[in-house]
């Protein structure tokens, strides 16, 4: 009696729980659209993070496991979906006028959502007036440890270095660390040197690489197919665990209430609002029907906070589901995932200066206004690839501007839940540019994006 009085047993109710929700989705999953079966384990996660709300998450430890576990996953198939889909899609592309093209429109639509997002942000900070009555938040500035605010301080890096860090140094390396712009480098790399062996010594020549590549891609991409089925019962234990630690620290949480409202307004906004009439004006489609397709992609964004380990999920939704080519979803979406980012780099830190600006009563400039922006513009290019880019995104722009990098640190406390809206920005961002670059190079195939496709778990599989 004793031995069973000593058992936690909260975390493996928790983890029963969670398993009758599986059997729920499992028997949903062959009945209703796969879309409304990802909300339907979003909601239930939340419950029962709410139901199951501890100290330390510790009755969710099992749950959290598994959602971890499915992280990995994600993350161990993105340097070879991304290594191979770039060397396949590039040499499909030999011989197309438009594929010189391909890399500057992926660029100029993933940098045009950044610029609208520091213009947005600015506009909703500046009405709103953002961290006016903020004061009392950032009295302890001068208190914080030194070491705490050198240690936050140290994780920006010149912009020369961070250029540097872009390039391959060791492809193993880069494989092991899911180095996204050494990987996309490296595949551009050996396509090139595919296509110019082929044009000097003729296409047989190097025909058994192709097919070697184009044998290894359909097998990684059988694995994903696999994983990415996995997707509702993954968010419902991901979403349980972050609902559970917002709880745990809401009082810290309430201080800053007013800037997580906004930046999850500010993101919506520029997702659906803006992000919608690029959709409509330049890819000429629905945009009530492109965010339907890509929902997946968006859930699991929000659910994983990673933009990257998103990415085989994003690059499905675009090709099975929105229509665009293989070659363009594969590099813009990668792209995407280093350059731009506009949660984590534009409507994060540009939102965190203004509101420590409103709340010191700073006495700011339109000149001082005009050095955030573009400053925070060429950070979304700079910042590509640094992990934890938000936090690194903000400290190099409060260090940039002479803002003090202490106040993000006291800021940090809502960067876990902002995070999740920020990665859906990014990652819709991301779709749309590579959905607009596919319809500007005639890569967009309408019938795909007509058809009603995912409807459910065995018509996703056929």
Known sequence: MQILLSVRWMPFLALDVVLLAFVLLRVLEDRINWSLVILLALVLGAGIGVLFASEGNAWLLWVDFLGDLYIRLLKLLVSPVIFLSIVSGIISLRGRANAGSLGLRSVFWLLLQAALAILLSLLAGQFLNIGSDATALFRELDTLDESTVSAYAGLTQPFHQVLENLFPENVVGDFANNNVPALIITGVAVAAAYLAVAEKEGEEAV?????????????????????????????????????????????????????????????????????????WGAAKLSP???????????????????????????????????????????????????????????????LLALFYVHAAGLPWSAVDYLTLAVTAFFLSIGSAGVPGIAVVSA?????????????????????????????????????????????????LDDRVFAAETGRTGKERIA
């Open 207 to 279: 025909r058994p690489f192709s097919l070697l590549i184009d044998a290894a891609r359909k097998i990684v991409f059988k694995i994903l197919e696999v994983v990415i089925d996995l997707t509702p019962y993954a968010v419902l234990c991901l979403i349980a665990g972050a609902a559970s630690r917002l709880l745990e620290s809401r009082e810290s949480m309430l201080q800053l209430l007013l800037l997580t409202v906004v930046i999850y307004a500010v993101c919506l906004v520029h997702t659906y609002v803006l992000g919608g009439l690029i959709i």
């Open 288 to 350: 009530l029907r492109f965010f339907r397709k890509i929902f997946p992609a968006q859930v699991t964004a929000f659910s994983t906070q990673s933009s990257v380990g998103t990415l085989p999920v994003t690059v499905r939704c675009l090709k099975d589901e929105v229509g665009v080519s293989e070659e363009v979803a594969d590099f813009t979406a990668s792209l995407g995932t280093t350059i731009g980012m506009p949660g984590c780099t534009c409507v994060w830190p540009v």
């Open 395 to 443: 400290i190099a722009l409060f260090s940039a501007i002479g803002l003090p990098v202490g106040a993000v640190v006291l800021m940090i406390p809502i960067n876990t839940i902002s995070d999740m809206i920020r990665t859906l920005d990014n990652v819709s961002s991301a779709s749309i540019a590579a959905t607009a670059v596919a319809r500007k190079t005639e890569l």
